[in-house]
T-cell receptor, first 115, second 113 residues
Framework: NAGVTQTPKFQVLKTGQSMTLQCAQDMNHEYMSWYRQDPGMGLRLIHYSVGAGITDQGEVPNGYNVSRSTTEDFPLRLLSAAPSQTSVYFC??????????????FGEGSRLTVL | AQSVTQLGSHVSVSEGALVLLRCNYSSSVPPYLFWYVQYPNQGLQLLLKYTTGATLVKGINGFEAEFKKSETSFHLTKPSAHMSDAAEYFCAVRYSSASKIIFGSGTRLSIRP
């Protein structure tokens, strides 16, 4: 099983550039989410989705867009990168039905540096 | 609002000593509670979880946690620390199997020889 796959693993951007972090899962999970991890701040939720066609904002959504056209994919778009978006980004997914326990499965992370 | 508080950003214990990492959540409704561990330069993996039923839950690597509704706490313990336990630990809360998951700020555990 591939699980949750994130690409790229590393990326360097200049201020103002745009890019998309890709996330794909092969576990048929309804729920997908994006977090950013910064020292001393833990994981902060950026956006999440409870199913195809449904997305919602998390704790720190500004500067990021998402869409969920399929169950498998949940890309995160940075429209105009800023140095404050330098971080490690994690995609995570889980089952979303009432019978599940809701634990998250994480990708390996994407380290983004904005100069 | 949903929130999770982890007391102590850094905890240091001697090898063989008790490990206690604290987690409190804000809610009047019992949530789903999780502890995740992150080893250096790796992603997060599930350590243990509380959903319903028994309030003392056991996880991997000898860790356990107890859900205390009256204290809104879910502290993580291990009787005897091992050098391999050095990592960052995150507490997380979820209010239904389909709702968003919020993490605490993390506690870095160091083990002294």
């Amino acid at each position: 099983n591939a699980g949750v796959t994130q690409t790229p693993k590393f990326q360097v951007l200049k201020t103002g550039q745009s890019m998309t972090l890709q996330c794909a899962q092969d576990m048929n999970h309804e729920y997908m989410s994006w977090y950013r991890q910064d020292p001393g701040m833990g994981l902060r939720l950026i956006h999440y989705s409870v199913g195809a066609g449904i997305t919602d904002q998390g704790e720190v959504p500004n500067g990021y867009n998402v869409s969920r056209s399929t169950t498998e994919d949940f890309p995160l778009r940075l429209l105009s990168a800023a140095p404050s978006q330098t971080s490690v980004y994690f995609c995570a997914s889980s089952y979303g039905d009432r019978g599940s326990t809701g634990e998250l499965f994480f990708g390996e992370g994407s380290r983004l540096t904005v100069l | 609002a949903q929130s999770v508080t982890q007391l102590g950003s850094h905890v240091s214990v001697s090898e063989g000593a008790l490990v206690l990492l604290r987690c409190n959540y804000s809610s009047s409704v019992p949530p789903y509670l999780f502890w995740y561990v992150q080893y250096p330069n790796q992603g997060l993996q599930l350590l243990l979880k509380y959903t319903t039923g028994a309030t003392l839950v056991k996880g991997i690597n000898g860790f356990e946690a107890e859900f205390k509704k009256s204290e809104t706490s879910f502290h993580l313990t291990k009787p005897s620390a091992h050098m391999s336990d050095a990592a960052e630990y995150f507490c997380a809360v979820r209010y239904s199997s389909a709702s968003k998951i919020i993490f605490g700020s993390g506690t870095r555990l160091s083990i002294r020889p």
